[in-house]
């Protein structure tokens, strides 16, 4: 199997619709009738969570009169949040399937089809025509991609002269406190090395210069993510673990794989780290 047939067979779970409508039932969601909020904490699959997000689409500045593009767009939720918050419409490409159907599924009940669609694809060849989107984002996708000069030069070329990319990936920092550099396995994006593809800032800034970007901006997150990361413990042990948890993604070694990663960023070893850049 390649590298790409991997990622998405690590991410597909053959029944995630229905583990997800089941899981938002038990919370006391109405499936039929859902609003945006009522997935927080699931589909916005990165650290930092909604608040990143947030914090990300006020950054881009992007308009009701644009169309943007949301590479490894997941379950939908950053396209989501993009179209309900500023309007824009909003196409998503991702390499996993079922994400596809379930974020069109999600998206259909929160009456947000006519604004967000999604297509299945690789960010390694983009499905579009040059120049056909006024701005781009990337969520926490990065991570999963060792070609990352190509995968700049292809959302370069679907984006207009002028249009803002926001990158929004875990970044490797440096070694940890005792010395140790490498990552702990599993983590929510990989289960191995393999296809597990972390990258200090200097190569995105680097990869972005080559595909014909220019940095506008670059900030951490590390400390968004780690209060967040706190609160939600703290309300899981007064509250208990809710339905709509990480386990819906990630299944019953959920706590593992976010363990890992919060370790290694309490650690220093990594970071999500925000980039914002213009296309030539």
Known sequence: MDIEGAVASHYTQGSLERTLFSALE????????????????????????????EELAEDLGFTHAMHVLDVGS??????RHLAEALGCSVTGIDLTAEFVAVAEAVTRRCHLSGRVSFVQGSALALPFEAASFDGATLFHVGMNIADKDTLFREIRRVLKPGARFGVYDIMHQGQTHNGLGELPFPMPWAMSSATSFVEPPSRYRQALAQAGFSLELERSHRDLALRLGREMREKVARDGPSPLGPQVLMGANAPLRIGNVMSALADGLIAPIEMIARAA
């Open 26 to 53: 038990a919370a006391g969601k109405d499936p039929d009738r859902l609003v945006t909020g009522d997935l927080a904490g699931i589909d916005e699959f990165h650290l930092g969570w909604a608040a990143a997000t």
């Open 74 to 79: 997941g379950i939908g939720g950053p396209a």
